[in-house]
């Protein structure tokens, strides 16, 4: 039983590991040109539903 205390202890460390770089990327801004294309599809995305 000491093995599971040690893989659970390990696994927990690991799923904080990642939510702390994930949470870290969620963070950072978006850079403009980023979403001036975003932007751009959206406006293609309404134009062809607009024409069906």
């Known amino acids: 039983m000491g093995s599971e205390n040690t893989k659970s202890s390990g696994q927990s460390q690991i799923d ?12 950072e801004d978006i850079p403009d040109r980023f979403k001036n294309l975003l932007n751009q ?12």
């Open 16 to 27: 904080e590991n990642l939510k702390r770089v994930f949470q870290q990327t969620l963070d």
């Open 41 to 52: 599809l959206k406006d293609q995305e309404r134009g062809s539903e607009e024409q069906e």
